[in-house]
């Protein structure tokens, strides 16, 4: 196993958080499965060992409350209390037979392909609304303006968020996204606030599927109330967590991928010309932002046993960062992949970008649409989209590629 030196373990160093693909690509080719001693955990980057882990959740669990329960301290455990019992019952942390039953019941409840791809037209009349209150040819940050508003709209009115608690709801859901996404933060305030947030949101859903129980409405909410299997029924509980997680789940990953792809486009022109030329590629031109700069770069699981892989020993009960941007950039598995190319025949489930496996994206459709209308929409409206300014920055974070901004003038 090859030591590197202390300063280049740091997943949060300018450098990793600036450039992860040079990051994790430099491990990709020196330490495949590398042990990271300042982070007490494995980093995976081989597209074939990231897509194993996640396809194994037989040896590789995503419960990563039963790891925090028995890894945290009680005070620590105690003072996130409300933010637990959330994660505790959502769909991402969970693993079989539970994961199956709450995955089969949230199909149920209307998060099909077929459904989502019924919010096409809302989706195109919230971005056309957003885009006619931009001014062209003065300088704007994308993702104030657009990126960051339309997946919060679309998310909460398929929920079926009423529109005048939509500030409410946008507050509780960064609040309590600060303890997943936000690193760098003193972690008492951290866990302050999104342990407020948590319960404020808790009590407000649970009184709207309340609501919901006497007044049916053509919502999420209501579906959530009414999904049923043989019998089988989603908790209250249940139906907080999971619609919170929702919330969480769909909005920066989506903004990631909105400006993180425009991004690309941009420093690549000549492949908006191919969309502009062919409106047909556009959803190729979508996996191609997924895969070359992915709004989640890297998720985690734990080893249940000790697995032996590639002469290395993750031992039971040791954590694992899958380094999905890593993945995506596997010269084994994409021809020269650091070239931004909407050209490539990619399959939907090649990159990892949206994982593979049981806990698979259930909002992938649904971010999919988000992309191509907004990509389309800007083409179609504007001639020339340049950067405003080289001066980017990214948040510091291990798990989430978010621009701090993306400033551009567009014509
Ligand atoms: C580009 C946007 C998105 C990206 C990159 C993304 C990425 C991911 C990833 C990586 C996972 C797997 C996490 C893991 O197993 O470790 C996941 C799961 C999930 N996502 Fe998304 N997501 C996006 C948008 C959405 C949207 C819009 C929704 C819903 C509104 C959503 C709902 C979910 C749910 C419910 C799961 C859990 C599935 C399960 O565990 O069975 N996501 N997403």
Request: charged letters at 25%; aromatic letters at 8%; proline letters at 6%.
């Amino acid at each position: 196993m090859r030591q590197l030196a202390d300063e280049s373990e740091d997943l949060l160093s300018p450098e990793a958080v600036a450039d992860p693909h040079a990051y994790f690509g430099q491990l990709r080719s020196r330490d495949a499965i590398h042990w990271n001693p300042l982070w007490n955990g494995w980093i995976v980057t081989r597209h074939k060992d990231v897509t194993s882990i996640l396809l194994d959740h037989e040896r590789f669990s995503s419960d990563r409350m039963g790891y925090l329960d028995s890894h945290a301290s009680d005070e620590k455990k105690e003072s996130l209390k409300a933010l637990y019992s959330i994660i505790s019952l959502g769909l991402p942390f969970i693993d079989p037979p539970d994961h199956t039953r709450l995955r089969l019941l949230h199909q149920r409840a209307s998060f099909t392909p077929g459904q989502l791809a019924s919010w096409r037209p809302r989706v195109q009349a919230i971005v056309d609304d957003l885009l006619d209150s931009l001014e062209p040819e003065q300088p704007v940050d994308f993702i104030e303006a657009l990126s960051f508003p339309l997946p919060m709209l679309v998310t909460g009115e398929i929920i079926g968020f009423p529109a005048e608690d939509r500030d409410q709801v946008r507050h509780w859901t960064q609040e309590v996204a600060l303890s997943t996404f936000v690193a760098r933060m003193d972690a008492g305030e951290k866990r302050a606030r999104a342990e407020a947030a948590a319960k404020d949101f808790m009590e407000y859903t649970l009184s709207l599927i309340r609501a919901r129980r006497a007044e049916p409405r053509d919502d999420l909410l209501t579906a959530f109330v009414n999904a049923e299997h043989e019998g089988d029924l989603l908790s209250e509980e249940e139906i907080v967590s999971n619609i919170i997680l929702l919330m969480i789940a769909g909005h920066e990953t989506t903004s990631n991928l909105l400006a993180n792809g425009l991004l690309a486009f941009i420093r690549n022109p000549a492949q908006i010309d191919l969309v502009r030329r062919d409106g047909l590629m556009i959803g190729a031109a979508v996996e191609e932002c997924l895969r070359f700069d992915p709004p989640v770069k890297a998720t985690t699981r734990w080893a249940k046993i000790d697995v032996e892989m590639d002469g290395r020993t993750m031992k039971a009960e040791q954590k694992i960062l899958l380094a999905l941007a890593s993945a995506n950039r596997d010269p084994e598995q994409f021809p020269d992949p650091d070239r931004f190319d909407i050209t490539r025949r990619l399959t939907p489930q090649q990159h990892t970008s949206f994982v593979v496996g049981i806990h698979y994206c259930l909002g992938a459709p649904l971010a999919r649409i988000e992309a191509e209308v907004t990509y389309t929409s800007l083409f179609e409206r504007f001639s020339s989209i340049e950067l405003a300014s080289e001066d980017l920055e990214y948040k510091p974070s291990a798990i989430s590629r978010s621009l701090t901004a993306l400033p551009v003038v567009m014509s």
